[in-house]
């Protein structure tokens, strides 16, 4: 059977770059989504064109119980799992001595605990077969921090932290951990982000530009395929930070 793949945030700039690239590469994907119900619907349309079909499921990963039924969903129908792509995230800017608790939860909510959900539920089910793939889509925040986005940072440090942990403990049974940490990307959470804050950014940046979603597309693909990576944060930059 081809490769099982879910892939949380799907409707995103991201999220929908990845889910295309991998459904057109014969792969079942399972495209999740919480609020965005119509593009999730207008991309399985989009692929239908193309006759390819995809999975779109509702669900707040931010929630156990919504986590094990896009698990369920997808052992249920496919009786495996292969690759679980954890792409689901908010952003959030504030000063530090301004964010209140509500924020703060919610931003570990949807952006940590969430990793955390989806791959203890999908892990159950690669331990059966001893293979899997774990991708974890972070931010360069999360390896230099961010002023004025805590909240983010430490959500984003945190999953490369789980990332690191996680391919230790698991690489005895055959499953890799990755973590991506994606520079500026020209997708809708950096929409905010005016010309004159874009072109400094190009500026910083040693390539002189802004990256795209197939950019990071192209690091999933090879993640998948290598079979000798693991526990490893890969930041997609431009040069941006080296570290």
């Known amino acids: ?63 156990r119980s919504d986590c094990k039924n896009i698990i369920d969903y997808t052992i249920n129908k496919y009786g495996k799992i292969d690759i679980l792509i954890n792409n689901a995230g908010i952003s959030t800017y504030n000063l530090f001595t301004d964010i209140s608790d509500e924020e703060w939860n919610k931003t570990i909510d949807v952006n940590l605990n969430s990793v955390f959900y989806m791959s203890q539920e999908a892990i159950k089910h690669m331990i059966l077969t001893k293979s899997g793939c774990i991708i974890n889509i972070s931010s360069i925040w999360g390896m230099v921090g961010a002023s004025c986005e805590v909240a983010y940072s430490v959500s984003k440090a945190g999953v490369d932290g789980m990332t690191k942990s ?72 431009g040069g941006w930070t080296i570290v």
């Open 1 to 63: 059977m081809d490769k099982v793949v879910i892939v949380t945030g799907a409707t995103g700039g991201i999220g929908k770059a990845i889910v295309e690239s991998l459904a057109e590469q014969n792969m079942k994907v399972v495209a999740c989504y919480n609020k965005s119900k119509h593009r999730a619907l207008k991309m399985k349309e989009n692929l239908k064109i193309k006759n390819i079909d995809i999975d779109i499921i509702k669900g707040d990963v931010s929630k």
């Open 166 to 237: 996680l391919a230790k403990e698991l690489g005895p049974s055959n499953i890799r951990v990755n973590s991506i940490a994606p520079g500026t990307i020209d997708t809708d959470m950096n929409a905010h982000l005016t010309t004159d804050e874009l072109n400094m950014i190009k500026y910083e940046t040693p390539l002189q530009k802004i990256g795209k979603p197939k950019d990071i597309v192209r690091c999933i693909n090879w993640l998948i395929e290598d079979e000798f990576t693991t526990g490893q944060v890969i930041s997609i930059n």
